[in-house]
């Protein structure tokens, strides 16, 4: 394979690395939050 294709192989499976290690820590990140809030300030956590 030419050196143009591991290039484009390199960012796409990068990219598709970073959006999927975005969304795990965006979803605990949330989910801590919302725990957090319901603790301190008696929120609800659907809201």
Do not use: C, E, P, Q
């Not at 591991?6 to 999927?20: D, P, R």
């Amino acid at each position: 394979m030419n050196i143009l294709m591991w290039i484009l192989i390199f960012v796409g499976g990068a990219t598709g690395a970073v959006s999927t290690l975005y969304i795990i820590v965006s979803l605990f990140a949330v989910l801590i939050y919302k725990i957090y809030r319901k603790i301190v300030y008696h929120a609800s956590l659907y809201d």
